[in-house]
């Protein structure tokens, strides 16, 4: 055993029974190294799920008039994963608590090789739309990565490197989903819309190298370790709803666009299935890499304002879409959508930085009603915060459903998505209101429901 090992009280299993990373000392000498080692393989196979679950988006750009599936069928199968990876979010976040978080990125991991493989059988004409919706709804599973992986890096690191680490992990894993674009538009450059399979011959391998490196190099912390009552705990705190209604607005747009952009091009616009690859990769890879930003920019002078003003902004990029519509402009429009996917982006960082911050604050104030020492009180708001990850992230993902089915209803009525985007300016407003009346105002306070402590979240 290494002495950062025996530092941190690691035992057989890859367990980590002695886990302070508020301890200066006990940080800067082991649990850095160890949190940043266990961030690194987080990440990639986070990337790996999200690729998987965003796989029937590039699929669809395969799908020519041979496969015999209309616009609105389409957007109904790039829906089906959406669903099914937010329902799967909540008991993905249990497991950390149940089995660990490295033993369930092993498990997480070698579940996505049935959807991946199972793509590889059918993906070809003559295929029932029927086994198509069953498939696409088994690659759900690659959602769920998202919040099980989220909840446990969330354990790892100190608060105040924790819009950093989560802003990394969320946005190296949320770039799985412009990657497996590239792959897609390159495949279709090269062999042409008849070779969907190519694609899975890309991913299978990665899977197994995510399954391996999680075995070999990850831990699993004693003190989350069945703590299952944290997420009923959660769920009684109206904080956990505010902000699963603001991620719905973030993530939402970020996983809902991501699904819909290829079609939104082709239906719209009349763009090929090449032209439109050629194009959609942009945005997510942009709201993916910026996402971290929004976590850090949130470390520097909070989440809250962040995420308000970003709102704002992203009200004003439907917008754009919006005019750009109207007048017909393809160029115009592309800018419009690639700034929802960077405004959703660093909202995504920014909720999900306040996320620890609310909890903790709420933790501290109420320590000494509840007889807690600050260790005590601190290690509550990890429990809790890694909860509320998990159902934010449930909630948040779903959004992304009712952006396809958006799109879906948008395109069938009026063959434009106009209405929908009018509807998205609609609920960002919501979002920004909401964020503006319980957490910014400066006299704005709420009341700990438990202990009666009156708790303020202007600077979360």
């Known amino acids: 055993m290494s002495v950062a090992a025996e530092a941190a009280g690691t035992r057989g299993g890859r367990w980590i029974d002695d886990w302070r990373p508020e301890d200066p000392g006990f940080w800067e000498s082991t649990g850095k190294k160890i949190a940043n080692r266990n961030l690194w393989f987080s990440v990639f196979s986070e990337h790996i799920g999200f690729s998987i679950w965003s796989l029937f988006a590039v699929l669809t750009l395969f799908m020519g008039d041979a496969y015999h599936i209309d616009t609105a069928g389409k957007f109904f199968l790039v829906s089906m994963p959406t669903l099914v990876g937010s329902v799967l979010r909540l008991p993905y976040s249990m497991a950390v608590a149940v089995f660990g978080g490295r033993n369930w990125t092993i498990i ?30 088994i690659a759900g599973v690659g959602g769920g990565n998202f919040a099980s992986s989220m909840t446990n890096i969330n354990a790892f690191f100190r608060e105040s490197e924790k819009g950093k680490a989560l802003g990394l992990n969320a946005g190296g894993g949320n770039l799985g989903v412009a990657v497996i674009q590239l792959v897609g538009l390159l495949i279709i450059a090269t062999a042409g819309t008849g070779s969907p399979r190519i694609l899975l011959a890309v991913y299978i391998p990665l899977i197994v190298i995510a399954l391996v490196g999680a075995a070999l190099f990850m831990d699993n912390l004693s003190t989350v370790r069945n703590d299952t009552g944290a997420l009923a705990e959660a769920a009684k705190d109206a904080q956990t709803w505010i902000l699963s209604f603001l991620y719905i607005g973030t993530f939402g747009s970020f996983i809902g666009y991501s699904f819909a952009f290829g079609l939104v091009l082709q239906n719209q616009f009349g763009r090929t299935p090449l032209q439109a690859a050629s194009i959609t990769f942009i945005g997510p890879l942009l709201g993916s890499l910026i996402r971290p930003v929004g976590g850090m920019l949130s470390d520097r002078i909070g989440g809250t304002r962040v995420t308000f003003w ?29 700034l929802l996917f960077i405004t959703s982006g660093i909202g995504n ?95 704005k306070a709420a009341t700990d429901p438990a202990t009666g402590s009156t708790v303020s979240y202007a600077s979360a």
């Open 310 to 338: 970003n709102f704002v902004a992203m009200a004003v990029s439907a917008l754009i879409c919006i005019w750009a519509s109207g007048i017909k402009s393809l160029p115009l429009f592309v800018v419009g959508f690639v």
């Open 349 to 443: 960082g920014s909720v999900y930085k306040m996320i620890p911050a609310i909890f903790r604050t709420k933790a501290l104030a109420s320590s000494e009603s509840r007889g807690w020492d600050q260790q005590g009180a601190l290690l509550w708001a990890r429990r809790t915060s890694g909860a509320v990850i998990g159902i934010a992230g449930a909630i948040g993902a779903f959004g992304g459903l009712l952006i396809n089915l958006a799109f879906r209803a948008s395109f069938q009525s009026t063959k434009s998505g106009t209405p929908a985007f009018w509807a998205f300016v609609a609920f960002y407003a919501v979002c920004f209101v909401v964020t503006y009346v319980v957490y910014l105002r400066r006299s």
């Open 108 to 137: 997480s991991a070698a579940l996505l090789l049935v959807p991946a493989i199972l793509a590889a059988i059918v993906m070809h004409p003559g295929t029932s739309y029927t086994t198509f919706m069953v498939v696409a709804a």
